[in-house]
C-alpha cells in the first residue's frame, strides 16, 4: 500500500527494481531466520517424537532389544487399564500443584508489578535464584527438613505439639508440596509479565468511575491478567503432572505418578514399546486438557505471553 | 442408436445429471490424493523404519572374534592411562584422593582416571549400551556390575567383555577368597574379577529398637509401623520376602515368587517407604528405625559419618550375598593396564588399604592380618561381615540366576508392583 502511494507522488520514481529486491529478502527472511530454531525442533523434538511414537507400536525382546514394527495398537488400551491409577494421581498431584501455585504465586507478581519500583529487576532475581540450584538437590534438602525428626518436626515433636508418629514424608502431601515450591517461578514469570503491562491510568479511569477496589481487581485486573493466568497454568501443569523426582524422593508407597512408571518400564524392565505407550497417552491427555482449556479461556493472546 | 435418441436420453441418465451437478475429479484431486496416500504412507514407513536390530549372538560377530585370545593379548601394550568407572564410595578416600590409586601410579606409571558414574546397574548399562552395540569404545576400561542384576550376565552372554588374560593374575590365583573364584555366573572367572561383595541384611537404630535384632521377621513387626525401610529394587525385595518365609533364592520357583509376593503385600501397610540407597538417609534421619540394608554403607555411617547408634545385622533366616565384578568392556582402550590393576587389588597390602575403607566383604583374607597388625583396626579386621565367619557364611544366600528374558520379566511383574503401585 505504501508503495503503491508513494509512486503516485509527483516527481517521485517508483522504485521498482530495488523494491522488488527489497520484497524478496522480506519474503526469505522470516525463513532464514526461523531456520535455526526449525533445525533445533527436527532434530530434538520431533525425531524423538516420531521415533517414540514409532516404538509405542512395536515388539521389543527386553534382552538383546531387537524391536521390529508389528503396529501393536493393543498396547495403549493395555497400559491405560494397568496404570489408570497412576494416571489420575499425576494430574490430581500436578494440578493441585499448580493452584496452590498460582493462589501464592498471583499477589507475589502483583506486588512485585504493582510495588515493586526501582527493585523489580532485584526482586525477580530473588524469585529465580533457587533456580541456581540443582532442582534434585532443593528437593533432597526438603526430605531433610522435612525428616521425621528434623528441624520442623523434631522440634514440634519435642513440644509435644505433634504426635510421635507424625510423619509428612512419604506422604501425598509430601509429593505435592515438593512439586508446588519446585515450579512456583514457572507460575510467577508469566504472571508478573501480564500483570506489569497492565496500564495504570486504566485503574484510574476505573477509580474515577468509582468502582471499589475490590471491583477494580475483579473487573479490571484479574480480566486483563487471564493470558498471563493461562500461561502460568500451561507452563506448570504440564511438566508438574510428568514430574517423577518429587514422587521418587518425597514420596512413599501409593504416591507413585506416571512419570516413575515409565522411568521403571524404561530402566528396570527394559520394555521400551510399553514406555513409549504410556508417555504417548500423558502426552495425547495434555494435548487434549489442553486444548479444551484454551477454548474455555479463548485466550488468542497466548502466544505473547510464553 | 442414433444421436437424437441419445440426446434425448441424456437428461433421464443418472451419471449425466452426476456429471453436471457434482464436482468431476480433476487432476488437482488425483495429485491431492495421491499426495495424502503417500504422506500417510511415508508417516507409516517412518514410524516403521525406526525399528532397531538389536544385538548379535554371542561370538557369531566378527568385531569380538580374536579379542582376548593369547594372540591378541601378546599384542597389547602397555599404555599409561585407565579409565575405570565404580559406584559411589566404594574406594578408599583421603581428603578427597584416593592412596591406594596413587600408590599404583607410583608403581606402575599408569594414571587412572577414576570416576564414580554408577548407581544403579541397569541405567549404566542403558548410558554404554549404544556405543557397545555400535561396536565402540565406551570411554572405560573398567567397569563394576552386580551380579545379582541383569546387565553383568547380558555383557558377557553379548560377547561384550573381554576375557581375561589369565597368564597376568599371579595375585588373583594366589590370594582370592574362594568366595569369589569360579562364580556361579563367571565360570573359571573367564571375564570377571571380584571388586568387593557384600550383605543386603537388616540394620537397626539402636536408639529406638532396644531389643537385639536376629530375624527378618523383625521387618513384618507391626510394633514398628511406619518405621520400617524396604527396597525398591526388585532383585532384592522379592528375595528378603523369600527369606522370610524360609525358601532358598537360588532354587526358587515362581510359585515361590508369588508366595514372597503375597507376604510382602501384608507387610505394606507397616512400610515407610520403598528405598534405592538414599534408605541410608532416612536411617540417619530417624525417618525409619528399621531397613533393609547393604552391609558397608551402614559400617561406614557408624564408624566414619558420626551415626555410632546404626548397627547391621545378618539375620538368622539369612542374607543375601552379592559381587560387584569388575569386567572389561569390548573395545577397551587400555586393556593391558586394566589387567595389571585389577590383579593389583588382590595384593593383600592393596585389599587391605581399600577394605579399611570400604568394611564390605573382602575379596582377599589374607588382609585381614594387615588390616589388624598393621593399620590397627580391629573393628574391620574382627568383623563378621567383612570377613564372613563360619556362622556368617552358613546364613549367606545367593540370587536367582535369570535363565532368560520371560523369567526376569515374570520376576519384575511379580515384585515391581509391590513398590510401584
Not at chain 2, 577368597?177 to 573359571?188: A, E
Request: proline residues 6%.
Amino acid at each position: 500500500v505504501e508503495q503503491h502511494v508513494r509512486a503516485d507522488l509527483p516527481g517521485v520514481a517508483p522504485p521498482r527494481r530495488e523494491g522488488s529486491r527489497k520484497r524478496f529478502g522480506q519474503r526469505v527472511a522470516p525463513y532464514v531466520l526461523g531456520a535455526p530454531a526449525g533445525l533445533w525442533l527436527a532434530i530434538f523434538f520431533l525425531v524423538p517424537l516420531v521415533t517414540m511414537l514409532s516404538l509405542s507400536l512395536q515388539t521389543c525382546d527386553p534382552v538383546t532389544l531387537a524391536c521390529s514394527m508389528t503396529w501393536n495398537f493393543a498396547e495403549f488400551p493395555q497400559q491405560i487399564s494397568t496404570y489408570s491409577s497412576e494416571f489420575v494421581r499425576s494430574i490430581a498431584y500436578g494440578g493441585a500443584a499448580t493452584v496452590i501455585d498460582l493462589i501464592v504465586a498471583f499477589p507475589l507478581a502483583y506486588w512485585i508489578a504493582f510495588y515493586g519500583g526501582k527493585r523489580k529487576n532485584f526482586f525477580l532475581l530473588m524469585l529465580l535464584l533457587p533456580f541456581f540450584v540443582s532442582f534434585v538437590i532443593r528437593t533432597l534438602a526438603w526430605s531433610f527438613i522435612l525428616s521425621d525428626s528434623g528441624i520442623i518436626f523434631g522440634t514440634l515433636k519435642s513440644w509435644h505439639l505433634l504426635p510421635e508418629s507424625y510423619h509428612i514424608l512419604s506422604t501425598g502431601t509430601a509429593v505435592v508440596a515438593g512439586i508446588a515450591y519446585n515450579f512456583l517461578p514457572f507460575t510467577a514469570l508469566p504472571l508478573y509479565v501480564a500483570l506489569e503491562r497492565i496500564d495504570h491510568r486504566v485503574l484510574e479511569a476505573a477509580g474515577d468511575l468509582y468502582a471499589t477496589k475490590a471491583r477494580v481487581f475483579l473487573k479490571v485486573i484479574l480480566p486483563l491478567a487471564v493470558p498471563g493466568i493461562f500461561a502460568a497454568f500451561l507452563l506448570t501443569f504440564v511438566p508438574a503432572a510428568g514430574d517423577f523426582v518429587n514422587a521418587s524422593i518425597l514420596g512413599g508407597p501409593g504416591n507413585t505418578m506416571i512419570g516413575n512408571v515409565i522411568q521403571t518400564r524404561f530402566l528396570v524392565f527394559n520394555d521400551y514399546p510399553s514406555a513409549s505407550a504410556l508417555s504417548a497417552i500423558l502426552m495425547g491427555v495434555m494435548l487434549v486438557g489442553i486444548f479444551a482449556y484454551s477454548k474455555i479461556l479463548g485466550s488468542r493472546t497466548i502466544e505473547e505471553y510464553i | 442408436m442414433t444421436d437424437d435418441h441419445a440426446n434425448r436420453d441424456l437428461f433421464s441418465d443418472p451419471s449425466f445429471l452426476r456429471g453436471l451437478t457434482q464436482r468431476r475429479f480433476t487432476r488437482r484431486d488425483v495429485l491431492r490424493g495421491v499426495g495424502a496416500g503417500a504422506g500417510t504412507l511415508s508417516v507409516a514407513a517412518l514410524l516403521a523404519a525406526c525399528g532397531t536390530k538389536g544385538v548379535a549372538p554371542a561370538g557369531s560377530g566378527a568385531a569380538n572374534a580374536g579379542i582376548g585370545t593369547a594372540d591378541w593379548w601378546a599384542k597389547q601394550k602397555k599404555t599409561d592411562q585407565l579409565n575405570f568407572a565404580n559406584w559411589p564410595y566404594y574406594i578408599d578416600t583421603s581428603h578427597g584422593k584416593h592412596p591406594s590409586l596413587e600408590d599404583f601410579t607410583k608403581q606402575t606409571g599408569i594414571d587412572v582416571n577414576y570416576t564414580e558414574p554408577i548407581d544403579d546397574n541397569t541405567s549404566f548399562f542403558a548410558k554404554i549400551r549404544p556405543q557397545l552395540q555400535a561396536g565402540q569404545y565406551c570411554g572405560y576400561d573398567i567397569v563394576v556390575l552386580t551380579n545379582n542384576d541383569a546387565p553383568l550376565s547380558q555383557m558377557i552372554s553379548f560377547g561384550w567383555g573381554i576375557p581375561l588374560d589369565h597368564s597376568k593374575m599371579p595375585n588373583f590365583d594366589k590370594y582370592a577368597s574362594p568366595l569369589v573364584t569360579n562364580p556361579s555366573w563367571d565360570p573359571g572367572n573367564k571375564f570377571t574379577m571380584a571388586w568387593q561383595s557384600g550383605y543386603t541384611c537388616i540394620g537397626y537404630n539402636t536408639k529406638y529398637i532396644k531389643e537385639p535384632i536376629t530375624s527378618i521377621q523383625s521387618l513384618w513387626d507391626p510394633k514398628y509401623k511406619g518405621k520400617i525401610g524396604m527396597m525398591g529394587i526388585a532383585t532384592e525385595l522379592g528375595s528378603f520376602g523369600m527369606l522370610a518365609l524360609g525358601i532358598d533364592p537360588a532354587t526358587s520357583t515362581p510359585d515361590d515368587w508369588q508366595k514372597a509376593a503375597d507376604k510382602l503385600e501384608q507387610q505394606k501397610p507397616l512400610v515407610r517407604s520403598y528405598y534405592d540407597q538414599s534408605y541410608i538417609h532416612a536411617l540417619k534421619n530417624e525417618d525409619i528405625w528399621i531397613s533393609m540394608v547393604w552391609s558397608g554403607d551402614i559400617f561406614q555411617a557408624a564408624t566414619y559419618q558420626g551415626y555410632p547408634q546404626l548397627k547391621a545385622v545378618i539375620p538368622t533366616d539369612g542374607a543375601m550375598f552379592w559381587t560387584d565384578n569388575m569386567i572389561m568392556p569390548l573395545y577397551a582402550q587400555n586393556p593391558a593396564s586394566a589387567m595389571t590393576y585389577m590383579d593389583s587389588v588382590y595384593d593383600p597390602n592393596v585389599a587391605a588399604e581399600i577394605e579399611d575403607y570400604n568394611a564390605y566383604v573382602c575379596p582377599v583374607p589374607s588382609a585381614k592380618e594387615i588390616i589388624l597388625n598393621d593399620l590397627k583396626d580391629p573393628a574391620v579386621a574382627n568383623n563378621p561381615t567383612v570377613f564372613p565367619d563360619k556362622t556368617v557364611e552358613s546364613r549367606s544366600k545367593d540370587y536367582f540366576e535369570f535363565k532368560n528374558s520371560q523369567e526376569l520379566t515374570e520376576w519384575n511383574n511379580t515384585f515391581v508392583p509391590i513398590f510401584q503401585g
